[in-house]
């Protein structure tokens, strides 16, 4: 069972940057597509972008396109979320995992709060 770790989430003022990353055990992470979630408060967890196992392709939900990059490093075990332009909406907890069938286990998740 692979086991993901997320951090990089804090306290950040609207139009900020944070660089969040996922480190994941094991050695199948390169074999799969991988996503960000974003849990905001209140609201139910929501894939908001996601990565091919290459790394070679890319997609954002509307709401992030354009302010998010999500990036890999295979030999790593990570992929990486940069958030740049950051609103008070972006605020929630953000989780990755397999884009595709079965989820692994959940890791804790990484708290940001868009805020002034």
């Known amino acids: 069972q692979v ?6 989430g804090g306290l950040v003022q609207p139009g900020g940057s944070l660089r969040l990353s996922c480190a994941a055990s094991g050695s199948i992470f390169s074999f799969y597509a991988m996503g960000w979630y974003r849990q905001a408060p209140g609201k139910q967890r929501k894939l908001i972008t996601t990565i091919t196992n290459s790394g070679s392709s890319t997609y954002y939900v509307d709401s992030v396109k354009g302010r998010f990059t999500i990036s890999r490093d295979n030999a790593k075990n990570t992929v990486y979320l940069q958030m740049n332009s950051l609103e008070p909406e972006d ?3 953000y ?3 397999r884009q595709f069938g079965v989820k692994w286990d959940w890791g ?7 805020s002034s």
């Open 91 to 93: 605020t929630g907890v």
């Open 3 to 8: 086991q993901l770790v997320e951090s990089g």
């Open 95 to 97: 989780y990755c995992n």
């Open 108 to 114: 804790q998740g990484t708290r940001v709060t868009v």
